[in-house]
């Protein structure tokens, strides 16, 4: 199907694991972003990628790593995952051109840290 | 820095009410305004956009308008649905360097709509 998807859609793991919450577009929109959301902050950024090979930090960078090797798939890791860092992650995209303000948003990621 | 201003919930209706949600918002330049639906267990879906002052925009029965002098984009709907109980996101968007785009959320407001 066409769109964005995110993989797994829900996750535990347990504090000080490694995980990889996955995003895949099937629009070739060049520019792809990581939220995540919690209670009371609404949505925050955490990375962004601006195309292949090019990703910067957002507003709550810290414990985060990502990397885009394919325009279409943009990986938010958690080296050593922590129980702040439970919460939904959204990954989103956005076209180039005049449409580029606005953003495609995936289903979500729920991540429990125990 | 830029920052959005929503109502907080959450806001209970009844089947055909009124609804308005607040959104004030502060940014620098000319930013372009949206909402954001967030349904249960979904993803934020774009419901409606405007950018420039005095736009209006409008989808599946709501309407905002930019009002640049009092920097608002207050969400309406004249008579909601049990459907339309979700969550809603104001938004801004400004230039953050190069081509790109920063969205700015909104806490987002919950609306449950009662048969």
């Known amino acids: 199907d066409a769109g964005i998807t995110q993989s797994p859609r829900y996750k535990i793991t347990e504090t000080g694991r490694q995980v990889t919450l996955m995003c895949h577009q099937t629009w070739s929109h060049s520019y792809m972003f990581w939220y995540r959301q919690d209670l009371g902050h609404g949505l925050r950024l955490i990375y962004y990628?601006?195309?292949?090979?090019?990703?910067d930090k957002g507003e709550v960078p810290d414990g985060y790593v990502v990397s885009r090797s394919k325009t279409e798939n943009f990986p938010l890791t958690l080296e050593s995952a922590t129980r702040s860092q439970t919460s939904v992650y959204f990954c989103a995209s956005s076209a180039p051109g005049a449409l580029r303000e606005t953003q495609y948003f995936g289903p979500g990621t729920r991540l429990l840290v125990l | 820095g830029d920052s959005v201003t929503q109502m907080e919930g959450p806001v209970t209706l009844s089947e055909e009410a009124f609804l308005t949600i607040n959104c004030t918002y502060t940014?620098?330049?000319?930013?372009?305004l949206f909402w954001y639906v967030q349904y249960p267990g979904e993803g934020l879906q774009l419901l409606l956009k405007a950018t420039k002052a005095d736009d209006k925009g409008s989808n599946k029965g709501f309407e905002a308008t930019y009002r640049k002098e009092t920097t608002s984009f207050h969400l309406e709907k004249g008579s909601v649905q049990v459907s339309d109980s979700a969550v809603y996101f104001c938004a801004l968007s400004t230039p953050s360097g190069g081509s790109n785009y920063k969205l700015t959320f909104g806490k987002g407001t919950l609306l449950t709509v009662n048969p």
């Open positions: 940014a620098t330049g000319y930013p372009s």
């Open positions: 990628s601006a195309a292949a090979d090019i990703t």
